[in-house]
C-alpha cells in the first residue's frame, strides 16, 4: 500500500446480500480496513439489505462478528470498530416485491453523495433489483451498480443480463467486479510491462517462447455444489478470471492509464484468440472431473459424492491452448489451467522466455534453461525472475538457475490489501480500469461458446483425475506435443 492515504469522498455503499457469505467474509472486512486506514471518512455509511427482518442493531452484531472471525486480531482497533459499526444499517427488501423498497429511499434520503448498490445476490434477480431502484427513484447521477459474476452462462444470457441492467444504469455507472484484477501483483503486471524499458522491448514472439496462466485450488465444490454443477470450470474460471490475466499479459500498450484506454486494448485481445472449434477441441482442450483421492494428507470425496446429481459430466478441470493472431503474438501459445482438488492453492503467470540464441558454454558446465518471469497472484504475492548465473566458488565455471525474488509483504512491511479493498474504493472513485466492459464480457463469451459446444457436440467427456494431482494425464499431453512441459514452482 501506498504510504500516502488518499480518502475517498462520502458515500453510501448499500449492500443487496447484506446477510450472505460474500458481505460476510469480504466485503464487511474490506471496508473495515479502509476505514482503519482512513480512507473512509465523514458520514459514509454501509447499508445492509435483505429478505430477512432484522434491526440496525442486529445487524451489526453480525458484521462485528464477521469481523472478529475475518478479521486479524491485531487489526482490531475498538475506537475504530465502534465507528464503524456505528455507521451500518439494515433495512428488509423483497426484490420481487414493492416491501421494504421505501424505507430504503426513506433512510438514504436527499444526500448528495455517491450511491454503490453491491447486487451480492443472484444474477436471477439483477433485473429485479434495479428496475425496483428506478421505479422508487433512487438511481441518480452519481450512484453506482457492481455485479458479480457469474455474468450469464453464455453470450445470449449474458447479453440479456447486461440489458436488464442496462435500461436503468449507464454503462459508465455499471461496475463488473472480477476480484482478481484487484490483487496487487495483477496490477504490478502493467507496472512491470509500462513503466520499465527493460520488458516491453522483449515482450513478443520473437523472446517469449510460451506463457502459462493457472489457477489451481485445493477445495473441492464445498458448498457451492448447486451453483458449479450448472457452471463448471470453464464457466466460473475461464470465461472471466483467466481470460482477463491473458488480455493484461497480451495487450498492446494503451495511450494512458485511462480506464477505456485501457479496456480497449483488452477488448483487441479477446477479438484477436483464434477459435478453437470442431475438431480443434479435442487437441487443444482438456476437461476433467475429481474422483476421490488425497488433500493435504486426508482423504476426500470424489466430485459426484459431493454433489446430488451423480450423472454429472460438469468439468472441475480445463487446460486450454490458447493462441493470439496479431503480430506481437504470432506462434506463442498460451497456456491456460484451472482446476479443483488439486495439490496446491497457487495462482500464477508465467512467461518462458526462449533459450540463447548461440551457447558458447560447453556442456559441462551444467544444464543452461531459459529465462522465465513468475508473477504470483496467491499465496506470497510475488514477482521473481528467473536466470542463470555462476554457481559461487572456485573450480571452474558451473552455471546454476536463480531466482531474483520480491516478496511483496517484505518489500514493503506491510500487509498484502484484499482484492475487494481496492475495487470497492475504486466504485466509489469511478474508476472503471480493473472492470469489465460490456463488450469485453461479450467478446468473451464468443470465444467460450464455441468450445462448450463442440464439447457438447463431440460428446468430449470428463477425463477423471485423483483429487490432489495435478490434474488428468491429456493435460500433461497439451504441452507434451509441444515438446514443453507445467512448470511446477514452489508455493
Known amino acids: 500500500m501506498s504510504s500516502k492515504i488518499i480518502p475517498v469522498e462520502e458515500f453510501d455503499y448499500i449492500v443487496f446480500g447484506g446477510t450472505g457469505d460474500l458481505a460476510e467474509r469480504k466485503l464487511i472486512p474490506a471496508l473495515y480496513r479502509r476505514l482503519a486506514d482512513g480512507q473512509i471518512v465523514g458520514e459514509s455509511r454501509i447499508i445492509g439489505a435483505a429478505r430477512g427482518e432484522m434491526s440496525d442493531e442486529e445487524y451489526r452484531k453480525f458484521a462485528n462478528d464477521a469481523l472478529n472471525e475475518h478479521v486479524g486480531k491485531d487489526e482490531l482497533d475498538p475506537a475504530v470498530v465502534k465507528t464503524f459499526l456505528g455507521n451500518l444499517y439494515y433495512r428488509s427488501i423483497d426484490a420481487m416485491s414493492d416491501r421494504g423498497w421505501q424505507e430504503l429511499k426513506d433512510l438514504l434520503g436527499d ?31 452519481r450512484s453506482r451498480l457492481v455485479i458479480e459474476k457469474p455474468i450469464g452462462k453464455d453470450l445470449k444470457s449474458a447479453e440479456a443480463l447486461n440489458e ?15 476480484h482478481y484484477l484487484g490483487k496487487e501483483t495483477v496490477q504490478n503486471l502493467m507496472a512491470l510491462r ?28 464445498e458448498a457451492r455444489g448447486n451453483y458449479y ?83 454429472s459430466d460438469t468439468e472441475t478441470f480445463v487446460a486450454i491452448k490458447a493462441q493470439i493472431d496479431n503480430w506481437r503474438w504470432a506462434n506463442v501459445p498460451f497456456y491456460l489451467r484451472t482446476g479443483k482438488r488439486l495439490p496446491e492453492r497457487v495462482s500464477e503467470i508465467i512467461i518462458q522466455f526462449k533459450p540463447v540464441p548461440h551457447n558458447i558454454f560447453s556442456e559441462v558446465v551444467g544444464s543452461k534453461s531459459a529465462n522465465r518471469l513468475i508473477i504470483r497472484l496467491q499465496p506470497n504475492e510475488s514477482v521473481q525472475q528467473v536466470i542463470m548465473i555462476k554457481d559461487p566458488g572456485p573450480g571452474g565455471m558451473r552455471l546454476r538457475q536463480v531466482a531474483l ?12 490489501p484484499d482484492a475487494y479493498e481496492r475495487l470497492l474504493l475504486d466504485v466509489i472513485r469511478g474508476n472503471q480500469t480493473l472492470f469489465m466492459r460490456r463488450d469485453e ?7 467460450i461458446d464455441p468450445i462448450i459446444e463442440a464439447w457438447d457436440t463431440h460428446s468430449h467427456e470428463c477425463e477423471e483425475y485423483i483429487a490432489g494431482s495435478w490434474g488428468p494425464f491429456s493435460s500433461v499431453a497439451l504441452l507434451a506435443g509441444d515438446n514443453r512441459k507445467w512448470i511446477q514452482t514452489k508455493v
Open 164 to 178: 436488464s441492467v442496462g435500461k436503468y444504469f449507464k454503462e459508465e455507472q455499471i461496475f463488473r467486479i472480477d
Open 194 to 221: 509500462f513503466a520499465n524499458t527493460i520488458y516491453e522491448p522483449i515482450w513478443n514472439s520473437a523472446h517469449i517462447d510460451h506463457v502459462q496462466i493457472t489457477a489451481a485450488e485445493t477445495l473441492g465444490v
Open 405 to 416: 525474488d520480491m516478496q511483496f509483504e517484505e518489500q514493503f512491511d506491510t500487509r498484502a
Open 111 to 141: 444526500y448528495e453523495k455517491v450511491r454503490a448498490f453491491y447486487l451480492a445476490v443472484g444474477p436471477s434477480i439483477f433485473g429485479n433489483i434495479a428496475e425496483q431502484l428506478h421505479k422508487f427513484g433512487m438511481i441518480r447521477e
Open 441 to 447: 464480457v461479450a467478446a468473451a463469451w464468443e470465444w
Open 229 to 311: 454443477d450448472t457452471a463448471g470450470a470453464i464457466r466460473d474460471m475461464v470465461q472471466n478470471h483467466l481470460l482477463q490475466l491473458l488480455c493484461l499479459v497480451a495487450m498492446e500498450p494503451p495511450p494512458s492509464n485511462d480506464a477505456n484506454a485501457v479496456r480497449d486494448e483488452k477488448l483487441k485481445v479477446l477479438r484477436s484468440l483464434r477459435p478453437i472449434t470442431g475438431d480443434k477441441v479435442m487437441t487443444e482442450t482438456v476437461r476433467g472431473q475429481y474422483k476421490e483421492g488425497a488433500s493435504k494428507g486426508k482423504a476426500v470425496p470424489g466430485y459426484l459424492d459431493e454433489i446430488d446429481n451423480k450423472t
